[in-house]
T-cell receptor, first 111, second 112 residues
């Protein structure tokens, strides 16, 4: 079945620096790669996603890159701010109907 | 438009008791999912449904049952609760498996 690995599990950056979180997936049939943000005590919410026919997508300070050959995709946050502190999850859609998440990255932005 | 609503928000069970968690969505989504979230383990898929009347096993289905009698509702049952089922449970729904998943607010379950 699908396996989605996410690294690192924790990440601390200084405010204003960039943060990068990486995920790898196993199912070649996966074609949708979302990233979710979960603030403490809240539900996960989509922040950006990318489909397999696109190599990169940006939305203000957030970007996602996809390398289908290597089966990995990354979340990039630039000019980090304290409100970026949260747990971030990547997900991979298995070839059938499952929506499998990575184990999460706890990002701490230090003021 | 409420989105995805879970009931209850909190529950404490004794070992061996049973309970049902209710998930309701008003977005006419075909796909619905139940996840559990444990520290350091991320979101693990318990069961999912691809449409009314269908259910399928996810990554960690043991000890749980589900039903999708109506398109808008997805029920998660624990027949005989165990302390290992202490977790935060999230329901989610999506239009397709390759689109945004919308989550409920979560249910914090403690089994003592």
């Amino acid at each position: 079945g699908e396996n989605v690995e996410q690294h690192p599990s924790t990440l601390s950056v200084q405010e204003g620096d960039s943060a990068v979180i990486k995920c790898t997936y196993s199912d070649s049939a996966s074609n949708y790669f979302p990233w979710y943000k979960q603030e403490l005590g809240k539900r996960p919410q989509l922040i950006i996603d990318i489909r397999s026919n696109v190599g990169e997508k940006k939305d203000q300070r957030i970007a996602v890159t996809l390398n289908k050959t290597a089966k990995h995709f990354s979340l990039h946050i630039t000019e980090t701010q304290p409100e970026d502190s949260a747990v971030y999850f990547c997900a991979g859609g298995e070839g059938t109907y499952k929506y499998i998440f990575g184990t999460g990255t706890r990002l701490k932005v230090l003021a | 438009n409420a989105g995805v609503t879970q009931t209850p928000k909190f529950r404490v069970l004794k070992t061996g008791q049973s309970m049902t968690l209710l998930c309701a969505q008003d977005m006419n989504h075909e796909y619905m999912y139940w996840y559990r979230q444990d520290p350091g383990m991320g979101l693990r898929l318990i069961h999912y449904s691809v449409g009314e009347g269908t259910t399928a096993k996810g990554e960690v289905p043991d000890g749980y049952n589900v039903s999708r009698l109506k398109k808008q509702n997805f029920l998660l049952g624990l027949e005989s609760a165990a302390p290992s089922q202490t977790s935060v449970y999230f329901c989610a729904s999506s239009y397709t498996p390759w689109a945004e998943a919308f989550f409920g607010q979560g249910t914090r379950l403690t089994v003592v």
